[in-house]
């Protein structure tokens, strides 16, 4: 193999499998560390750059990192990412210091953005600092868009939620609520120098064909639109049996909420098996948790109804059987049918974006799923001016691909705006590195691996929290529990980096290295080098780290696979050969607060 | 050395020996050594070998002198007792260990100062008397923890660090072990565990005395040029005799090699030991063939490895003392006191 | 010396000439006393040589017991032609002199005041055996037999103790029974038979055995359940070791003559501690033995026992010293190097044995002590206790007696531990719980190290760690204490105002000083030591004393030395009485002394008694 290169700023930043795999390359380690010194400010408003909204996210997130985290190859659970981030959040202490600052005098430019969602309110943020008069536009009466109509209280208290939105409200958004947006020609008669579509996922999927859906309408529900009227009051109470459908979040939501607003009893009946469902496994867990059946592999056949009052609904008994491709299939298994009461329907079984107010010959093209056609790197749509971001992208997503495709649009509108090359004007993305050693064995970072087993997060008293939807469920860590936890942090960005012409190839670092990381082999294609190491290297996801040749006319290969950055090959090092460095990631962002 | 432990994690799929237990279950503390240390890498091969062969990590003893090398027991086998005795006298202390509880794998881990200085007359000793056990001399021809003067392993005209020349002439412990008539006998570099760790198996099956010396740099004060204790002077100057292969018991044997380039040993427990002569003309058997091929080699500035000589059908002192089988630690009153009738005839003896 | 005849008391010296195989003939003749029943005990003054340098054989044969050296020859059997001078002037006046007169006698050496007996031995074995070795040999045996005509020894009884010892070389017994008449027929013939000095059968030695202190501690060591031996030829204590393997090889056999014990020549004694060490370390009984030269050599492997706390027993069978000393003459020098052996504040267990028994008990009781304290335990013994046969009681074994293995933890006992610490003093004694190497898979573990570490046996240079383990075997040391043997005492009710202490072989000759000194007016209360550390009993034998006597066979007063500085007593109660020449101090040395140190410093003698 080649020499790995360690200045290309992706080889790193892999290894950081958290912050690559966040949408919006949130520096968890960075910010996991300043919590564990207690420097809970700075640790928000790192957050606070990358993903605009630590405090939603730290309650809401989908957390593509977790899953990512190292410590789950090392057959451990996975850091408490994003309660981490909420400890931040609930810790923090006076963040107008580190707020970027907005200027009074614009710069000529005016930008609409549609929807005031998670998306627009991160472009608007972004931009803000820069100078340009932000619109935005949305149906509702307030900001905050899925965030708030589609997220029970119970998970995310409308106070949090409030004091983010309105910190890029109050950064001079100029808002427009109560306004339906009907006609995409209209939006862009009035003028804007660019346009943001943020307008999410809102058309709840339906079950239009499905019989007795609709002569017994008036008891079904779609999920999304009902948790929305429950977040506007609405609806304040569900009574009887109610069967929530779908296997997401949003049903997860449906039924919890259910059960906070009366419901007699509540059930939850997925199409799918559990282990496939798309709920989040702590939704899924929470769900259980509060009595909440789960009833799988059962798809709808017919509402049954009487006379249009809802009896119930007949489903079909099936089972996931492989295919020779190894591909699940729903086979049904010949159980007779099943019917169960249900006095209300509430249906979540997926989104759709949904843009019928932008005409089709305005220049905006769709492709053949409905989807607007967008240049993915910059987010542009075959329009000029317009942008898209969010949900109203590529599908239904979550909070944390608004905030990213939010940094990349914002871009994009700033150089449409000032009129450069949306691609090769973009800046461009670099890493630091910055060695950690501060004596004999001391680092700057805590390098000892702590095997603690992750931290639960302390709940409410259930019969409380069940009885009234405002009450939050999760109490979020303690300090203490945070600083706990927050040591669990691997420090995946304090990256192990090789000097070969300083090895002497004494074997001290394989010798010491508890991950059995370490080689020193003759070179080789990957695939036989994966195949020599001292432990074999069978995740091809994760890198190999190959140096040039060595004295021998061997290469060091590292696996970075299960490295926990113990800083052990480092310290046994004698002559410095490896380092331990802080990789610090330049993801081109606009109006951050170092900005 | 370290500040920090080293970590309980470790790899997901790191193996299991037959007992189940992992490499790591055979490691001990973390090594207070200077980081870079050779004896680190030997501490790690014996690790490695008694893993694989699956004995339990319990079931050994390790003796040591004093200095660098002797506080090495301590990092490796954390489940097994370890002495670290007095200076040079590991063999000594290794012998009774092995007296009292034959049924204990013991290995000695000395220096170039505790055996070829201090202790070289326990060294000739041990190795007439055929203690059942390994003995490894973590070789690095100076001494580390009184900061670098010269060893008796030193070659003569190898510099110190000042630039300063050896004047005398070396020990070479390999020809002594050979000479007195020792039934193993190999030579490895701490920086070749390929070499290392079948010679570490195969010593701790072998029958009677085994013995190994690791040349393991001093990267504090004997890996600069001039040093022939260095690791680039020893990588430079192998010349790699005999590759010995461990094959255990329960393994097939396959043949990779022509025929002729290799052959099989038979160890005491049924396991194979596979020889493959990197020389043509190398016999392993014949020691007085094995001491002129060390000694010619050396005069030209080489370092002879490998299995330099083994001699299977060895035996071991307890077959010569003719004790019985039960480890003697373990007989009680009614297998040792002849009780009072017999001492009554002992008396009458007397009269 | 009265003309009338005496019965079983006189001092018979035997002058020859090393490796002339005089030993067993006179090895014959005490043990022929012994088995007429007449308490005998032999002293065996030999050089440090194989061949050709003056030996003696001294007899002391006592109907009252008295087995201690006592001043004086009464029969000299001169055959060593070198030593003639000291050899005639060692007689007593109306002693006799026996010598072979096949060439007269120098006639500066005649003594007006001395029998001579002369045999022309040589003259009448020239004919008789032509190999001029064998006729050395035979000469020997000659002069046994004519001994026994002058001495009236029981001939039958001789005559058996030659089948016994040419058992099996049935060859040889012929000829020697020959030799024992050539030598007995011409005294009958030309001598007067018997002299005035002359024994007569008796039952004084009842059922006491005639046996020296080592093989007696070799049979304790076997008894007590040493398996493991190592050991370095040194004089005086080799043949403890090779008795220990004779034994050994008729005890200690399996069904199938595989040996429960080994034996290892080790190539010098550091070698031979150290296994020791290393065996006791892994549970196995050991032990070696040696002597002045071995235990300096042994120090710094003491140190690491002792502070290590590994249990190791040691004989150290005294000598002459200091450096080579006079290797075959008999001292107790060693006190003070064996009981702080080695650097450091190190202090080691000794038990002092006085006679062949308590040898045998010593060694047995060592083995459990130094398993019990988990440090060396050293066996101080001496040449003449361990070389000369002496009489001694018989020897005793509980079959119901079980070795005390100290505080071990088995697997079973680690299962049920929480955690284990191999220095926590659990018990408050000082002593730990030791675990044997191999006994338990993941628990119980530990490194032993001569360094300092704490509790649990990790490294640490701590000073608090460091203190509180050096304060922790002061404790055992003070459990040590109250274990060991106590002194054997005898006092009057109050205590007399003056006392007197010994140990070791100094027993043999006190009995008849402390007879001596009675018949002088001069009683004392008596305190034997055998062991060190000594009870709050030894310290208060001395302070309730105004003066005590010291009896040591050293020149620097070393158990004075480690009385005063153990006990901070008040040196100028302590009064020295010493001898070190290298034979075993004498009676009369002991009664002579301490009677002129009443009479310069005018003490008071019991009234009662008449001066």
């Keep these: ?595 | 050395m370290s500040f920090i432990s080293k970590p309980v994690v470790h790899h997901p799929q790191l193996g299991h020996n037959d007992l189940g237990l992992t490499r790591r279950d055979y490691e001990g503390p973390i090594s207070t050594l200077c980081a870079g240390c050779g004896h680190d890498s030997v501490s790690a091969a014996i690790v490695q070998a008694c893993a694989e062969l699956s004995i339990p990590p319990h079931r050994f003893a390790k003796v040591s002198g004093i200095g660098c090398s002797s506080k090495t027991p301590s990092y490796f086998l954390g489940n097994s007792h370890g002495l670290n005795s007095v200076h040079g006298r590991m063999p000594s202390v290794t012998t009774g260990a092995n007296l009292a509880n034959r049924s204990l794998h013991c290995i000695g881990i000395s220096g170039d100062g505790d055996t070829a200085s201090i202790g070289l007359g326990q060294f000739a000793h041990i190795v007439r008397r055929r203690v059942n056990m390994l003995y490894i001399v973590d070789n690095n021809g100076t001494y580390g923890l009184t900061k670098g003067q010269f060893s008796a392993t030193n070659d003569k005209g190898s510099t110190n660090k000042k630039g300063l020349p050896n004047l005398h002439e070396p020990i070479d412990l390999v020809s002594m072990a050979l000479q007195i008539g020792a039934t193993f006998v190999a030579r490895s570099f701490s920086g070749d565990k390929r070499q290392l760790v079948p010679l570490i198996r195969a010593g701790l099956l072998h029958e009677g005395f085994a013995f190994i010396d690791v040349v393991s740099p001093c990267v504090a004060f004997n890996n600069h040029a001039g040093s022939t204790k260095s690791y680039e002077y020893v990588r430079g100057h192998r010349d790699d005799v005999v590759m010995a292969d461990f094959v255990p018991t329960h393994e097939e044997i396959t043949a990779d090699y022509a025929p002729g380039e290799r052959e099989d040993v038979l160890m005491p427990d049924g396991s194979t030991l596979r020889l493959r002569k990197l020389e043509e003309t190398y016999d392993p058997r014949d020691r007085t063939k094995a001491l002129n091929y060390v000694h010619d080699k050396t005069l030209q500035g080489e370092v002879v490895t490998g299995l330099l000589y083994i001699d299977p059908d060895a035996s071991d002192c307890h077959a010569m003392l003719n004790t019985v089988a039960e480890p003697l630690n373990s007989l009680g009153e009614a297998e040792l006191c002849p009780g009072s009738e017999a001492l009554d005839a002992i008396n009458a003896s007397f009269r | 010396m009265s003309a009338q005849v005496s019965y079983n008391d006189f001092v018979i010296k035997f002058a020859n000439v090393n490796g002339s195989g005089s030993a067993s003939a006179n090895g014959m003749f005490a043990k022929a006393l012994f088995r007429m029943g007449i308490p005998v005990a032999t002293r065996n003054i030999f050089p440090s040589n194989i061949q050709g340098l003056p030996t003696w054989f001294e007899v002391r044969v006592s109907e009252r017991g008295y087995l201690g050296r006592r001043e004086g020859v009464d029969v000299m059997v001169a055959m060593n032609a070198e030593t003639y001078e000291e050899d005639v002037a060692s007689v007593v006046p109306g002693g006799y002199l026996f010598y072979d007169n096949s060439k007269p006698l120098a006639r500066e050496l005649v003594r007006n005041d001395i029998v001579e007996v002369g045999i022309p031995i040589s003259e009448m074995l020239l004919p008789e055996f032509q190999d001029p070795k064998q006729r050395q040999l035979f000469k020997n045996i000659t002069y046994l037999g004519a001994l026994s005509a002058l001495l009236n020894l029981d001939f039958d009884v001789l005559k058996s103790m030659i089948g016994e010892q040419y058992k099996g070389k049935d060859a040889l017994i012929k000829p020697n029974i020959h030799a024992l008449e050539i030598g007995r027929n011409y005294a009958m013939e030309y001598l007067d038979c018997p002299l005035r000095v002359q024994v007569r059968p008796s039952d004084a030695v009842g059922d006491r055995i005639m046996i020296n202190g080592n093989s007696a501690a070799a049979l304790g060591c076997i008894y007590g359940g040493a398996t493991v031996c190592a050991w370095y030829p040194i004089t005086p204590s080799t043949s403890l070791v090779e008795a220990f393997e004779r034994y050994a090889n008729q005890l200690r056999l399996d069904e199938n003559g595989r040996r429960k014990f080994a034996v290892v020549q080790a190539e010098d004694e550091l070698a031979a501690i150290g296994m020791v060490i290393g065996a006791a370390w892994n549970g196995a009984r050991s032990f070696t033995a040696t002597s002045g030269p071995g235990l300096s050599l042994m120090s710094e492997f003491l140190g690491l026992a002792y502070f290590a706390e590994i249990p190791a027993v040691l004989f150290d069978v005294q000598r002459a010293g200091p450096s080579t000393g006079m290797p075959t003459r008999t001292q107790q020098s060693d006190l003070l190097s064996a009981a702080y052996a080695s650097h450091g504040d190190t202090k080691q267990v000794l038990l002092i044995p006085a006679t062949p028994k308590e040898c045998f008990e010593f060694a047995a009781a060592a083995l459990d002590l130094a398993d019990r304290l988990q440090t060396p335990v050293i066996v101080l013994s001496d040449l003449e206790l361990g070389m000369d046969d002496s009489l001694s009681e018989p020897f005793v074994w509980d079959d119901e007696r079980r070795y005390d293995r100290g505080k071990v933890y088995t697997a079973e006992d680690l299962d049920e531990l929480e955690s284990y610490g191999r220095y926590r003093d659990i018990d408050g004694d000082g002593i730990g719980y030791r675990t044997y190497p191999g006994t338990h898979p993941t628990k119980g573990s530990f490194f032993t190290r001569g360094t300092s570490r704490d509790e649990n046996a990790k490294y640490t240079e701590s000073p608090d760690a460091y203190i509180a383990n050096m304060r922790r075997l002061e404790r055992k040391w003070q459990t040590a204490a109250g274990l060991v043997p106590v002194p054997e005492i005898s006092r009057s009710e109050p205590a007399r105002a003056y006392g007197i202490i010994y140990y070791g072989t100094t027993e043999h000759p006190m009995r008849e000083a402390l007879d001596r000194l009675a018949e002088d007016g001069i009683h004392l209360d008596t305190m034997r030591i055998r062991a060190f550390p000594f009870s709050q009993a030894v310290f208060e034998f001395v302070t309730e004393h105004e003066l005590v006597f010291v009896v040591e066979q050293n020149r620097d007063g070393q158990m004075e030395t480690l009385l005063v500085s153990e006990g901070r007593l008040d040196s100028a109660q302590l009064i020295g009485v010493r001898y070190f020449g290298g034979l075993s101090i004498s009676a009369d040395i002991i009664a002579r002394e301490i009677r002129d140190y009443f009479v310069e410093n005018k003490l008071a003698r019991i009234s009662e008694v008449t001066s």
């Design chain 1, 1 to 595: 193999m080649k020499p790995t290169n360690v200045f290309d700023p992706n080889y790193f930043h892999k290894v950081v499998d958290c912050q690559w795999a966040c949408p919006a390359h949130t520096p968890v380690p960075e910010y996991i560390r300043l919590i564990a010194q207690q420097r809970y400010t700075e640790a928000y408003m790192l957050n606070w750059d990358s993903n605009v909204f630590p405090g939603i996210l730290g309650r809401t997130c989908d957390r593509p990192c977790e899953p990512a985290c190292r410590r789950v190859r090392t057959e451990e659970k996975p850091v408490a990412i994003c309660r981490l981030k909420r400890v931040a959040a609930d810790h923090k202490g006076d963040i107008t210091p580190y707020l970027p600052r907005v200027p009074t005098r614009k710069n000529g430019k005016r930008v609409a953005l549609l929807g005031a969602g998670p998306a627009s309110l991160a472009v608007a943020r972004d931009l803000l600092p820069l100078g340009y008069e932000v619109h935005v536009f949305d149906k509702d009466p307030g900001a905050g868009g899925m965030m708030r109509t589609q997220i029970p209280a119970f998970r995310l208290p409308i106070e949090v939620l409030e004091e983010e939105v309105d910190l890029i409200m109050d950064m001079g958004v100029q808002g427009h609520f109560n306004y339906t947006i009907d006609s995409m020609r209209d939006m862009l008669d009035q003028g804007f120098d660019a346009y943001f579509i943020g307008t999410g996922a809102p058309r709840g999927r339906d079950l239009p064909n499905l019989p007795g859906r609709v002569e017994s309408g008036a008891h079904i529900s779609i999920g999304i639109d009902w948790l929305s009227s429950v977040a506007f009051g609405h609806t304040t109470s569900i009574s009887g049996k109610v069967i929530v459908m779908g296997g997401g979040n949003t049903a997860m939501d449906c039924c919890r909420t259910s059960m906070r607003l009366g419901a007699e009893e509540v059930t939850v009946v997925v199409r799918s098996g559990f282990d496939v469902m798309k709920a989040s496994e702590w939704e899924k867990e929470d769900t259980i948790g509060e009595g909440i059946p789960i009833v799988n592999n059962r798809p709808p056949i017919k509402f049954v109804h009487e006379n249009g009052k809802l009896k119930g609904v007949l489903f079909q008994c099936i089972e996931q059987v492989a295919d020779e491709n190894g591909r699940l299939e729903s086979v049904p298994t010949g159980e007779p049918d099943v019917f169960m009461e249900a006095d209300h329907v509430l249906m979540a079984i997926g989104q759709e974006n949904h843009c019928p107010w932008i005409e089709r010959d305005i220049g905006i093209e769709f492709d053949q799923w409905d989807c607007p056609i967008l240049n993915e790197e910059t987010l542009q749509s075959t329009n000029p001016k317009v942008f898209f971001g969010g949900d109203s992208a590529f599908g239904p997503e979550n909070i944390i691909w608004a905030s990213a495709h939010a940094h990349r649009a914002a871009i994009s509108m700033h150089l449409f705006c000032q009129g450069e090359d949306l691609l090769s004007a973009r800046p461009p993305e670099g890493v630091n590195l910055i060695s950690q050693k501060m004596g004999m064995h001391e680092w700057a970072y805590d390098s000892a691996h702590d095997p603690a087993q992750r931290f639960i997060v302390p709940k409410a008293d259930q019969k409380v929290a069940l009885s009234n939807i405002k009450v939050e469920v999760e109490l979020g860590f303690d300090e203490e529990l945070g600083l706990k936890e927050a040591q669990r942090c691997l420090n995946c960005d304090v990256q192990t980096v090789f000097t070969e012409n300083l090895c002497i190839e004494c074997d001290a670092c394989v010798d010491i290295c508890p991950m059995d990381c370490i080689t020193f082999t003759d070179n080789g294609e990957e695939s036989d080098l994966r195949g020599r190491l001292t432990a074999p290297a069978s995740n091809l996801e994760q890198d190999l780290y190959v140096s040039d040749e060595l004295k021998t006319g061997r290469v060091m290969v590292k696996d970075e696979d299960v490295c926990v950055h113990c800083g052990l090959c480092a310290e046994r090092c004698p002559t410095n050969a490896w380092d331990m460095q802080k990789s610090i990631f330049h993801i081109p962002q606009l109006g951050s607060s170092s900005t």
